[in-house]
Antibody, heavy 118, light 113 residues
């Protein structure tokens, strides 16, 4: 069974940084495409970005609103996905979901809440 | 970017009745080389994470009850719940995975009349 457990959420001031982690189990992590999706308070779903497995280059793609501020990385030795968020803005306030997949998303974590406020 | 729209925004249906949700993409999500529509439906129950219901526009994910069905092709798609159950109260999102960024519709809230 796919399990994805996010951690690292919290309150941060505008302009600050935060790193989310996602512990993955129940599937072969090192061959999996992984993504982050966020959901603003009372809002819909927004795809944030994805990372390919190292066998496919391990490269990343991002949505325009977070490009050049957010970085997705992975540690296959510990089955962990990361989302480094820099230069945070109030509009980045959201529940951030770690997901299995790149476009089609068959597995979701419970989410980590990030609040950007002064 | 491909823009996804859904209608209606909200839907009240009696228990046992049919619920129909429409989704439209701003460009076709049908990939001609494999004749597959890169369109998925997700269900998000209150306080829960989204769950994949349907992919390739009409293929049910394992474990999804057969009262859920998807149809459509190209730019117009439909999710149908044939006989609404109390546990189906949720927000339903369509999503295209044809091309990055993989965009979602705004969601349709289904509740009991």
């Amino acid at each position: 069974e796919v399990q994805l457990v996010e951690s690292g959420g919290g309150l941060v001031k505008p302009g600050g940084s935060l790193r989310l982690s996602c512990a993955a189990s129940g599937f072969t992590f090192n061959s999996a495409w992984m993504s982050w999706v966020r959901q603003g308070p009372g809002k819909g779903l927004e795809w944030v970005g994805r990372i390919r497995p190292k066998t496919d280059g391990g490269t990343t793609d991002y949505a325009a609103p977070v490009k050049d501020r957010f970085t997705i990385s992975r540690d296959d030795s510990s089955n962990t996905l990361y989302l480094q968020m820099n230069s945070l803005k109030t509009e980045d306030t959201a529940l951030y979901y770690c997901t299995l997949g790149q476009g089609l998303l068959p597995g979701w974590g419970q989410g980590a809440l990030v609040t950007v406020s002064s | 970017d491909i823009v996804m729209t859904q209608s209606p925004d909200s839907l009240a249906v009696s228990l046992g009745e049919r619920a129909t949700i429409h989704c439209k993409s701003s460009q076709s999500v049908l990939y001609s080389s494999n004749n597959k529509n890169y369109l998925a439906w997700y269900q998000q129950k209150p306080g829960q994470s989204p769950k994949l219901l349907i992919y390739w526009a009409s293929t049910r994910e394992s474990g999804v009850p057969d009262r859920f069905s998807g149809s459509g092709s190209g730019t117009d798609f439909t999710l149908t719940i044939s006989s609404l159950q109390a546990e189906d109260v949720a927000v339903y999102y369509c999503q295209q995975y044809y091309g990055s960024p993989f965009t979602f519709g705004p969601g349709t809230k289904v509740h009991i009349k």
